[in-house]
């Protein structure tokens, strides 16, 4: 049997829409602080470890809240110095065919280096229609 709370939590969390959403609103503006900071026209040494600094606070809440990180937005932090990668100011992009083409993005500030696959109509698991909840699919069984 239910408890005679849970109803009125569920109908609370129903109107509102997405949980947690004052911290999904945080690591949101902890993000565009980061990138603000990192992509500022007089760049210092010091906005740059404030950029690391809010991008380390919003992986930091993240982890404590079990959130998760939309994976564009990880695409766009180095692991090792959590500093935002924006190409031709604080990382470098190249090409490389080997077996298969890969992107190679290296960090200029720590030197560490991501690769991912560069094919032609690559997407991601998290970006197909059919493992989006609630996309619409085009399955005519259901019918």
């Known amino acids: 049997m239910a408890k005679k709370g849970q109803g009125k939590k569920n109908q609370q969390q129903q109107q509102h829409g997405v949980e947690n959403r004052e911290l999904y609103q945080r690591m949101n503006f902890l993000y565009q602080a980061a990138a603000l900071m990192t992509t500022t026209t007089f760049v210092q040494e010091s906005t740059r470890s404030l950029g690391r600094f809010y991008v380390n606070t919003m992986r930091n809440i993240s982890k404590k809240q079990v959130l998760r990180i939309v994976p564009s937005i990880k695409r766009n932090i180095c692991k090792r110095c959590d500093s935002l990668l924006v190409p031709g100011l604080t990382s470098r992009a190249r090409v490389k065919s080997r077996r298969q083409k890969q992107l190679e993005i290296?960090?200029?500030?720590?030197?560490?280096?991501?690769?991912?696959?560069?094919?032609?109509?690559?997407q991601l698991f998290s970006e197909k229609p059919e493992n989006i909840v609630g996309a619409p699919t085009n399955d005519s069984d259901e019918l």
């Open 106 to 122: 290296e960090c200029i500030e720590c030197k560490a280096i991501k690769i991912f696959p560069a094919k032609k109509n690559y």
